[in-house]
């Protein structure tokens, strides 16, 4: 069976690699432990297809170790065993490299038994993951471990790459193949900097062409149908997902409404409007809160709407609500009052009530305090009357601050005035 065409131009040298030049650049840190032919155990970390695999293999060929690869997907207890049973065979004198693609999926049981053997040298391990390794590796792992990252390939770093394979395609076909420079501009933005499927999209471009006089022509109709969509790299339990609503979120806490709507098109794309909707009840009352209240129900009901519409006309309400909080005033009062009172409760033993706020209870017969004397706020001027409200313990604590917009300046105006004060 012919091997994909990701596999035939894996690059040899890291002068092929495309991307990652803030870890392969002349000078940078992984290019200079390469070079230096001394490995340390290292995890790659980074999306599907950006260069993980292949700049593995180059590690393996330029230091002489014996390279072992396993897939956490598959690999079993006893693969482990094997590799660590050739330990100071004759075949793998300069040393192990072993090569752990997907070690998310490995258990706990499966990571430490490789401790030992990566802790005195026995193995060098570089294990890759989709996953941020921090919650999904090991933590005795990654403390014997450097962690690179790897960022996805933008679309002028594959477009030589999309090249090269259109020749070496033309090369095995022996027939010239036909193709625009817009064409491989067209696959390079449509792949979401993934160089696998890139190359895929360029194969099934070629099988898909139109044959004529010896020549292979792609064209832009099937091209359409083989690229739509693969520009979203989207995981609904993985980092990306995460990573999105994170920037949805600090795009509208930071008054930015076209990023904003550019990270909520990524989720409206994917379909994921239930993720966005509850992100945006959240930043609602978080991010624009006291400085515009009536932002909650307004949210509350584009929500609705959008939960009922369903997609496509979903985007409708959701821009609104969008729009509305990006541009909206910002207050995180609420957030840090209630926050700061939390940390209070969490921080003291068991509080009573002042006695006065109590529910009405029977005095006994030799009680010492006969009586609540609680004062009713609607019996005094401004339907106010200075009494403790918090426990004895927290009698002084001050939880929430007022805003310097408008709205909670003009409730802390109000609370000066019933108080009978004209400064703050």
């Given amino acids: 069976m012919s091997a994909p065409l990701a596999d035939k131009i894996r690059p040899k040298t890291l002068a092929d690699v495309v991307g990652q030049e803030h870890i392969l650049a002349e000078g940078k840190p992984l290019r200079r432990i390469i070079e230096s ?19 593995a293999r180059i590690i393996a060929e330029n230091c002489g170790m014996s390279l072992y690869k396993l897939n956490g997907t598959n690999a079993s207890l006893a693969d ?21 693609d997907e070690i998310q999926y490995l258990n706990k049981k499966q990571q430490q038994s490789l401790l030992e053997y990566i802790e005195n040298g026995d193995i060098t391990l570089i294990a890759s993951t989709t996953e941020n390794p921090y919650f999904a590796v090991y933590n005795a792992v990654i ?86 969509r693969s520009n979203m790299r989207y ?51 978080e991010d624009v809160g006291l400085a515009y209240p009536m932002a909650v129900p307004i949210v509350k009901a584009c929500v609705d709407s959008a939960l009922q519409l369903g997609l496509p006309e979903a985007k409708l309400p959701i821009a609104e609500a969008v729009i509305l909080m990006a541009t909206a005033p910002k207050s995180n009062s609420a957030c840090m009052a209630i926050d700061a009172a939390l940390d209070d409760l969490r921080s003291c033993d068991a509080l009573d009530f002042p006695r006065h706020l109590q529910n009405v209870h029977y005095d006994g017969k030799g009680a010492k305090v006969v009586g609540q004397h609680y004062l009713y706020p609607h019996d005094f001027p401004n339907h106010y009357v200075e009494q403790q409200y918090l426990p004895d313990a927290l009698a002084d604590h001050v939880y929430y601050r007022f805003g310097d917009n408008k709205q909670e300046q003009s409730a802390l105006q109000y609370r000066l005035k019933i108080l009978g004060k004209t400064d703050k």
């Fill in 37 to 55: 032919g001394t490995v340390p155990n290292m995890i790659f970390y980074g999306p599907s297809g950006v260069g993980k695999t292949t700049v």
């Fill in 143 to 228: 403390s014997r471990s450097t962690v690179f990252e790897f960022k996805p390939v933008t679309a002028e770093q594959l477009v030589p790459a999309i090249k090269r394979a259109f020749r070496i395609m033309s090369e095995e076909n022996g027939c010239e193949i036909i193709v625009s420079d817009e064409i491989i501009k067209t696959i390079a933005y449509s792949c979401g900097g993934d160089v696998r499927k890139a190359m895929n999209t360029a194969e099934l471009a070629v099988v898909c062409g139109e044959p004529s006089d010896g020549r292979i022509t792609i064209t832009e109709d099937s091209l359409e149908v083989l690229a739509q």
């Fill in 80 to 100: 482990i065993k094997d590799v660590v049973a050739d330990i100071g065979t004759f075949g793998s004198e300069n040393g192990i490299l072993l090569y752990l």
């Fill in 235 to 285: 995981d609904r339990d993985g980092d990306q997902h995460y990573d999105i609503l994170s920037a949805f979120h600090k795009s509208v806490r930071g008054s930015d409404e076209n990023a904003a709507l550019h990270y909520a098109a990524r989720l409206i794309e994917v379909g994921d409007i239930i993720s966005l909707c509850r992100r945006m009840l959240c930043i609602a009352s």
